[in-house]
């Protein structure tokens, strides 16, 4: 099923910048799910454009007889204007011919794990499906946290004691590090880590961290590739300020800068933040504003569509992303 012969042909309904990220992701991710036939534009002047590798090959009017003639099985629509522009009644007739016809937002969506942010509208938000926060779910997902949390501290206590003294031999400076960052609803809380970078590291202030960062010690360098210097933070959790799988959260210059630039970022802190979450298997560590607005794509897509089932896997790919030292920094 994965020869060229059973991809899905797809018709690309508009030309804006979520098109093109569309069309990237299925030419570069999925070829052999999607064949992109091209893109359909407002105006006839454009055809023969090339955007993404095929470009414009027709208008909006000349829908019809081009879903016709090229055997198109879905159409994607990404109109940045739908006002008076759709047509609506030819799309119509495509869905009750079995045309599969579908909304470019919803379609990204599926095949990339993340949410478009910089076209979507807040009433796009609004009337979406998900975001769904039933109490018996939170308050599941909340025992669940307690519990796991709980019974880590009690086996990781061993664990626990040969990094504190690994800390002290290797660096002066204190075992475990505090630092402040936004949690839920935007309130500040205290995070502990175990510390992995020499004492008095942000002395010239706050920074991202970049790969091979001089200030981590030798030991925080292994802490790091394999995310011990995370695991007070059961602690976090049990107090209620984080849950085991959430957004990770961000520390106050950083947060106050990025929901300056990053449309929708404060929607993160609708949940509790989490020690591992859907971004950091599915992402490079975020050291950048451009990072960090890939990142808060993959929460939005992690609180959409949160449930109990959603943390298993999170969890569980965090085993294989911790094995594989993946993303550490």
């Known amino acids: ?108 969506e599926q095949e990339t794990g993340r949410m478009s942010i910089d076209l979507v509208k807040p009433s796009a938000l609004i009337f979406s499906p998900g975001f769904r926060r039933r109490a018996l779910l939170m308050g599941l997902k909340r025992s669940i946290d307690c519990l796991a949390s709980l019974l880590g501290l009690i086996v990781l206590a061993p664990l626990f004691a040969l990094v504190a003294i690994l800390i002290k031999f290797d660096s002066p400076g204190r075992v475990f590090y505090k630092q402040i960052r936004i949690g839920r609803m935007g309130l500040p809380f205290t995070l502990w880590k175990f510390r992995s970078m020499e004492h008095g590291a942000e002395e010239n202030g706050v920074q991202w ?23 007070p933070q059961l602690l976090n959790v049990i107090k209620g300020e984080m849950s ?12 106050n800068d990025l929901r300056g630039r990053i449309p929708y970022y404060d929607l993160r802190h609708t949940v509790r933040p989490g020690i591992t979450g ?26 959409k569509h949160l449930s109990v089932e959603m943390d298993c896997k999170i969890l569980l790919q965090t085993i294989r992303v911790v094995l594989r030292g993946e993303g550490a920094r």
């Open 1 to 108: 099923m994965r020869l060229p012969r059973y991809s899905t042909r797809l018709l690309i309904l508009g030309t804006g910048k979520l098109a093109k990220e569309l069309a990237e992701v299925l030419v570069s991710e999925r070829p052999h799910a999607y064949k992109v036939v091209g893109f359909l534009d407002r105006d006839r002047a454009r055809i023969g454009e090339s955007l993404v590798n095929p470009g414009i090959i027709g208008a909006y009017d000349q829908l019809f007889e081009t879903v016709e003639r090229l055997r198109i099985n879905t159409i994607a629509v990404c109109m940045e204007d739908r006002r008076g522009e759709m047509p609506v009644e030819t799309l119509l007739d495509f869905k009750t011919l079995g045309i599969h016809v579908v909304d470019g937002h919803a379609l990204y």
């Open 209 to 231: 961290a970049a790969l091979d960062d001089p200030r981590i010690t030798r030991v925080g360098r292994w802490l790091r590739r394999w995310r011990i210097d995370e695991l």
């Open 244 to 255: 085991l799988v959430g957004p990770r959260p961000e520390r106050p210059p950083f947060v």
């Open 278 to 303: 859907w971004a950091q298997i599915k992402f490079r560590y975020a050291a950048s504003m451009e990072d960090a607005h890939v990142k808060l794509q993959y929460d939005l897509y992690y609180m």
